[in-house]
Nanobody, 126 residues
Framework: QVQLVESGGGLVQAGGSLRLSCAAS????????MGWFRHAPGKDRDIVTH????????YYADSVKGRFTISRDNAKNTVYLQMNSLKPEDTAVYYC???????????????????WGQGTQVTVSS
């Protein structure tokens, strides 16, 4: 069982930055792929980025490439999302999620993830 708690959301002006954190409970954090998703009103919950369990390989949605950076600290059981050059269209509730490692899993899909945080609101004003 893994429990996830996000923090760091808030209101920021366009062009600004925020850093989200996701603290995980449990001793097996380092064995999970960690993802960040976002859910904007009227849209689906979409992948933002994910990071592998050990070697740290990453994936980014095209909409955030070059602006967002995911990282993890397995010693602290925490995954981070550094968001720079924020745009109003980045406004959403951001969720972190944990998925077990599997060779044929689609880590861009919400159905792959077993554990979810409660979400943190990010609002970018124009």
């Amino acid at each position: 069982q893994v429990q996830l708690v996000e923090s760091g959301g808030g209101l920021v002006q366009a062009g600004g930055s925020l850093r989200l954190s996701c603290a995980a409970s449990g001793r097996t954090f380092s064995s999970y792929v960690m993802g960040w998703f976002r859910h904007a009103p009227g849209k689906d919950r979409d992948i933002v980025t994910h990071i592998s369990a050990s070697v740290g390989s990453t994936y980014y949605a095209d909409s955030v490439k070059g602006r967002f950076t995911i990282s993890r600290d397995n010693a602290k059981n925490t995954v981070y999302l550094q968001m720079n050059s924020l745009k109003p269209e980045d406004t959403a509730v951001y969720y972190c999620a944990a998925a077990p490692v599997c060779y044929y899993c689609d880590y861009t899909s919400t159905s792959t993830y077993d554990y979810w945080g409660q979400g943190t609101q990010v609002t970018v004003s124009s």
